[in-house]
């Protein structure tokens, strides 16, 4: 037997179990850790400028391919305090990434020493496993223990907290012999998806809708198959996006409260059936529940038995995993085809179609200051299908995901249950960390922007280039309609008149001057004309020097994106003109019907 520090023994299972690629920033109580990793070698390390930055690009880095786990590490203390909403983050979208903290001696954390904090205790709501090993010895089950827990049943974050001399003492451990453990994933039964389809097949109008969970299995393929094998319409969720193209003749669109489309909730509300794969029915996209359940029965298919039930009672349920639920469902619906035993819904997708070519809403406009939607439609002009579009939240985000496109699984990169603002720039970084030959391509409001924009160094240092479309409008938009319904408008406007770029009137912040202080390069644009021109540049400015390219488009003040102001998903209130004609709207997926 070999004999190594805990930390060493550490590292050689993190290569074992696959990890290539690490994101942190050292500290005293972690420097074992990082002497290790140094040593060992095979792993490379992206040094963030802020520890929850770290965590945001694990996260995006694990978004990106299957299998991918991102790792980050921090020391003890506040680094992992700032670590929390990185994995708030993840657990919320069921996403694993590894967080590694140090931690003072084991002698002395339970004396108020210098930066030690139970952070096990802090991290165990929002992981699946949080711990602090105590014993040296016990550091390589734990970590294998941590990678079969993020891996099996719903995927998600875990905290391991590494005291400095837990990491200093040597242990016998064999890295060659090391063998991850098997992963545990619920499967459904026959008899259950033979239900499941007896109960489509049942139906007059049904959908199917598809969540993350199923982009989680890598189960995309087999998705679409099915829908294609019993004609069924498909409805994205906003975490499922790309699991079928845009443009495929049964992607009815998104519904919901927001990130939705007046095609996808109109005919989600022609609809009798809804079969739900790997998704959560988030409120945003169910909005009240009287109305998004009336008129229809529902199956419920979840890796998490918890999941099922738990927002409303399905009229039946499957935990599964959705790969291995897919699988089936594919293998019953073709013995169904093959017997002429499977319904024919070519007048149901049609209608769904139909709805698509005629209930949409206006992106261009030639106003200046820029309006929103037309900066949507030059980036559909100017980002082809392989683009990795990331964001986070906000009225970029939410306008974003009604008007761009999207044609593959993990093509659409989003922070959906937690939203924290900041998370954009450091996960695109881990995107394009974890895809460096894949145009990346960030969105983000000016708050959104602010909150992490010195994780853009990074970028510059370890040349890893991407374009950030930055929309200002120098508010905090979406917070400021949601304040109509209180009438006021407080403490939501960031303007001021910049001293130092008198130029950008009551517009604030420099973003330009900022990001080229951070070893970026930037473009702005006050033109919508010139929208295209900038894109295009962007794109060679981040081929030619490899760092982040921020286009900062300059909006009007105000604008108010669609949403419901009812919690009602059937009564969206659409505050633009809608398309008329269909100059109004050139780069929809379907040419406007009028």
Same mark, same amino acid.
Request: charged share 20%.
């Given at each position: 037997m070999a004999r190594m520090t805990a930390a060493r023994a550490a590292v050689e299972i993190l290569k074992r179990e696959g990890v290539a690629d690490a994101f942190g920033v050292p500290g005293a109580a972690i420097n074992p850790f990082y002497a290790a990793l140094k040593a060992s070698g095979g792993i490379a390390h992206t040094l963030a400028r802020h520890v929850e930055g770290a965590s945001h690009m694990a996260e995006g880095y694990t978004r990106t391919h299957p299998g991918n786990i991102g790792v980050c590490i921090g020391t003890s203390g506040p680094a992992g305090t700032d670590m929390?909403?990185?994995?708030?983050?993840?657990?919320?979208?069921?996403?694993?990434?590894?967080?590694?903290?140090?931690?003072a001696p084991t002698a002395v954390i339970h004396?108020?020493?210098?930066?030690?904090? /139970?952070? =096990?205790?802090?991290?165990?709501?929002?992981?699946? @496993?949080?711990?602090? &090993?105590l014993e040296a010895a016990q550091v390589p089950g734990v970590f294998q223990q941590a990678f079969h827990l @993020?891996?099996?049943?719903?995927?998600?974050?875990?905290?391991?907290?590494?005291?400095?001399?837990?990491?200093?003492?040597?242990?016998?451990?064999?890295?060659? =012999?090391?063998?991850p453990l098997p992963v545990y994933k619920p499967a459904a039964t026959r008899a259950q998806i033979e239900k499941a389809i007896g109960m489509l097949n049942a139906s007059q109008r049904p959908l199917i809708v598809a969540g993350g969970g199923v982009i989680n299995a890598d189960a995309a393929e087999l998705l679409v198959?099915?829908?294609?094998?019993?004609?069924?319409?498909?409805?994205?969720?906003? @975490?499922?996006?790309?699991?079928?193209?845009?443009?495929?003749?049964?992607?009815?669109? @998104?519904?919901?409260?927001?990130?939705?489309?007046?095609?996808?909730?109109?005919?989600?509300?022609?609809? /009798?059936?809804?079969?739900?794969?790997?998704?959560?029915?988030?409120?945003?996209?169910?909005? %009240?529940?009287?109305?998004?359940?009336?008129?229809?029965?529902?199956?419920?298919?979840?890796?998490?038995?918890?999941?099922?039930?738990?927002?409303f009672a399905p009229d039946y349920g499957i935990a599964s995993d959705a790969e291995a639920a897919l699988e089936l469902f594919v293998e019953v619906a073709r013995e169904? %085809?093959?017997?002429?035993?499977?319904?024919?819904?070519?007048?149901?997708?049609?209608?769904?179609?139909?709805?698509?070519?005629?209930?949409?809403?206006?992106?261009?406009?030639?106003?200046?200051?820029?309006?929103?939607?037309?900066?949507?439609?030059?980036?559909? %002009?100017?980002?082809?299908?392989?683009?990795?579009?990331?964001?986070?939240?906000?009225?970029?985000?939410?306008?974003?995901?009604?008007?761009?496109?999207?044609?593959r699984p993990r093509h659409w990169i989003n922070c959906g249950q937690a939203g924290p603002l900041g998370w954009t720039i450091p996960a695109a970084l881990g995107v394009a960390k974890a895809d460096p030959e894949a145009p990346v391509v960030a969105l983000s409001g000016d708050y959104d922007f602010q909150f992490m924009l010195e994780e853009l160094a990074v970028g510059a240092q370890h040349r890893i280039p991407?374009?950030?479309?930055? &929309?200002?409008?120098?508010?905090?938009?979406?917070?400021?309609?949601?304040?109509?319904?209180?009438?006021?408008?407080?403490?939501?406007?960031?303007? +001021?008149?910049?001293?130092?770029?008198?130029?950008?009137?009551?517009?604030?912040?420099?973003?330009?001057k900022?990001?080229?202080?951070?070893?970026?390069?930037?473009?702005?644009?006050?033109?919508?004309?010139?929208?295209? /021109?900038? +894109?295009?540049? =962007?794109?060679?400015?981040?081929?030619?020097?490899?760092?982040?390219? &921020?286009?900062?488009?300059?909006?009007?003040?105000?604008?108010?994106?669609?949403?419901?102001?009812?919690?009602?998903?059937g009564n969206v209130v659409e505050f633009e003109e809608i398309a008329t004609e269909p100059g109004h709207a050139p780069t929809s997926i379907r040419t406007l019907k009028v």
């Open positions: 929390i909403t990185g994995l708030y983050s993840a657990i919320g979208d069921s996403i694993p990434i590894l967080c590694i903290t140090g931690q004396k108020e020493d210098f930066q030690a904090v /139970d952070i =096990a205790s802090i991290a165990k709501p929002v992981t699946k @496993m949080a711990v602090t &090993v @993020m891996r099996s049943g719903r995927p998600g974050p875990v905290l391991i907290d590494l005291p400095i001399d837990v990491q200093l003492t040597e242990i016998e451990f064999d890295p060659e =012999a090391y063998e198959e099915f829908a294609e094998l019993t004609g069924t319409p498909v409805v994205p969720t906003l @975490m499922g996006w790309g699991l079928l193209p845009d443009d495929h003749e049964l992607n009815a669109g @998104m519904v919901g409260l927001q990130t939705s489309h007046r095609y996808g909730n109109a005919t989600f509300l022609e609809s /009798d059936f809804v079969l739900g794969i790997g998704n959560r029915w988030a409120n945003r996209h169910t909005g %009240k529940l009287d109305v998004y359940t009336a008129g229809r029965k529902f199956v419920h298919v979840d890796v998490d038995p918890t999941q099922i039930g738990k927002i169904l %085809k093959a017997a002429g035993r499977l319904p024919d819904r070519s007048e149901w997708a049609q209608a769904a179609q139909e709805r698509k070519a005629t209930l949409q809403r206006r992106t261009h406009f030639d106003d200046i200051p820029i309006k929103p939607q037309r900066v949507y439609e030059e980036m559909n %002009k100017a980002f082809g299908p392989e683009t990795r579009y990331v964001s986070t939240i906000g009225l970029s985000q939410i306008a974003g995901a009604q008007m761009l496109h999207v044609y991407y374009v950030h479309v930055l &929309v200002n409008n120098s508010y905090l938009g979406l917070i400021r309609q949601a304040q109509r319904a209180f009438e006021i408008d407080f403490q939501v406007n960031l303007e +001021f008149e910049n001293l130092n770029s008198p130029e950008l009137g009551v517009y604030g912040v420099d973003h330009v900022v990001a080229e202080g951070l070893g970026c390069k930037a473009i702005r644009v006050t033109d919508p004309a010139e929208l295209g /021109d900038a +894109f295009e540049q =962007a794109k060679k400015l981040a081929a030619e020097h490899r760092v982040p390219v &921020v286009v900062e488009a300059i909006l009007e003040r105000v604008t108010n994106i669609s949403m419901s102001t009812t919690n009602d998903i």
